[in-house]
């Protein structure tokens, strides 16, 4: 009797054991429920589950990131994200091709009206405000404060000036560019040329590119296609005056189209077809130049730095990299993508994120990216790299962008800015095909952009 008792009291505590099992595992499922059900009402997403070894939670980042130049970029940015992994085990990076900039822009929007964005993205740096518009990008000002010393500070000004307005930050320069002018040094041999004297304003190049060309070969090709309005932009920064002037206000809310120093701009692109003939009639487009350049259709090419390392790996003959020709003064617009962090989602993704753009960023990182695309370091700490200082020892032409820098401005944006740039490169393109003239362009151009803008200066 007494043994009898005994398996019977083991029975009940095994009992009360497996109910208490059963309880507690029953809350741990219900609170992950209701956890996850809260993230689903606000239109987050799960960071990640906990790691046995650390407990750091595990993240994956989705990163969008387009191609506008020549080159296996894929591979590159593919090697760049496994080496921040490595370096933060906890952070997957998943990075998604997708297209040309306006491709990748188009692909962002869809997802921002789906409340799905990236995490993380290379954009065009000026679909800042078309951004803001649609208050999908977050500040990243609380991150930078974070920081040890002042991180901005070593980033180029020029580059910056795409990044911030009324006081903050909402994006980090990243595949950033100038244009810049190649040239065949082997056909200015050839033409009795010093191979070491480009030509340095607009009279200069009609002289020069008349010299070079022949039956066969052009003397000068500027792309009128894909980036027309920035390519008009490098002819009327170098014809103002005054270097603070630009297309448009710091603002993005009032543009300067039909100037009369503008106007004369944009005639002589068109006079180095239809009345130098040193170039095609017509527009020219974007991938075609290089392509010519390198088959040596064209004696010269004004064209993204972007293109640097295609370039240097494709050609058969030796080219030089300089200045933009001047007329009254040097001057390029910036261009190219910086990284954005969006608005909706998980905080511990937008920490990530920041993590992500830290890494890509650094002066080592900066400098290999610029190596292996021929886009500008961002950082001046990167040209401090031992690996940089080597590759300009031996490939000089590498920091002809980063010293134009000084004659840098910033791309054209503004509120509105796809229908604002559109405007202006419609307008553009019809004087290059010769179907109106620069200054009425100019004028419907300005006509329409400030139609674009009227909501924005009420």
């Known amino acids: 009797m007494q043994m009898q008792a005994k398996w019977m009291l083991l029975l009940l505590l095994c009992f009360t054991m497996l ?98 964005p990236p995490d993380v993205a290379v954009m065009l740096s000026t679909e800042l405000f078309s951004m803001l518009d649609t208050n999908a990008i977050l500040p990243l000002d609380d991150f930078i404060a974070k920081e040890s010393g002042d991180v901005l500070q070593d980033f180029y000004p020029a580059f910056l000036a795409n990044s911030q307005v009324e006081g903050k930050t909402y994006s980090i320069p ?39 060309k022949k039956a066969g070969r052009n003397g000068i090709e500027v792309p009128g296609s894909g980036f027309a309005y920035w390519m008009f932009q490098q002819f009327a920064l170098q014809n103002m005056s005054d270097p603070k002037q630009n297309l448009m206000t710091q603002d993005g809310k009032k543009v300067f189209f039909d100037t009369p120093e503008n106007i004369e701009a944009l005639q002589f692109w068109q006079d180095l077809s239809l009345k130098h003939k040193i170039m095609p009639d017509g527009v ?27 370039i240097k790996n494709s050609a058969k003959f030796d080219f030089g990299v300089a200045f933009l020709p001047m007329s009254k003064q040097y001057g390029s617009p910036t261009g190219g993508g910086n990284l954005y962090i969006f608005k909706d989602i998980d905080p511990k993704k937008q920490a990530a994120a920041w993590e992500f753009i830290k890494f890509m960023t650094e002066p080592e ?51 509105n800015n796809g229908k604002v740039s559109k405007a202006l490169t419609d307008q553009v393109q019809a004087v ?27």
């Not at 695309?373 to 590759?391: F, N, Q």
């Open 19 to 116: 109910v208490g099992c059963g309880q507690s595992g029953s809350s741990n499922a219900g609170q992950a429920a209701d956890k996850a059900a809260g993230q689903g009402n606000s239109g987050t997403e799960p960071s990640g589950d906990k790691k046995p070894n650390g407990g750091e939670e595990n993240i994956e980042l989705t990163f969008y990131y387009p191609i506008a130049v020549g080159g296996p970029l894929t591979s590159v940015v593919e090697n760049m994200t496994k080496k921040f992994t490595e370096k933060h085990p906890n952070i997957t990076v998943k990075p998604v091709y997708t297209g040309s900039y306006a491709d990748t822009t188009t692909k962002i929007q869809a997802g921002i009206q789906a409340q799905q």
């Open 174 to 212: 990243f595949q950033r560019s100038t244009i810049v002018l190649y040239y065949n040094k082997d056909v200015f041999k050839e033409a009795g040329l010093d191979p070491e004297q480009p030509p340095k304003t607009w009279a200069d190049l009609v002289e020069v590119a008349a010299k070079v």
């Open 284 to 310: 020219i487009e974007w991938a075609t130049v290089p392509t010519d350049f390198l088959e040596q259709r064209t004696a010269m090419m004004i064209h993204t730095t972007g293109n640097l390392t295609n």
């Open 365 to 415: 990182q900066a400098a290999q990216w610029s190596i292996d695309t021929g886009y500008v370091a961002v950082r001046k700490s990167a040209y401090e790299t031992d690996i940089m200082k080597t590759y300009a020892a031996d490939f000089p032409q590498s920091v002809v962008a980063r010293d134009q820098l000084e004659h840098a401005y910033a791309e054209l944006s503004t509120h």
């Open 432 to 458: 290059l095909t010769g179907t109106t003239d620069a200054a009425t362009a100019l004028k419907k151009a300005q006509e329409e952009a400030e139609r674009a803008l009227k909501p924005f200066n009420k």
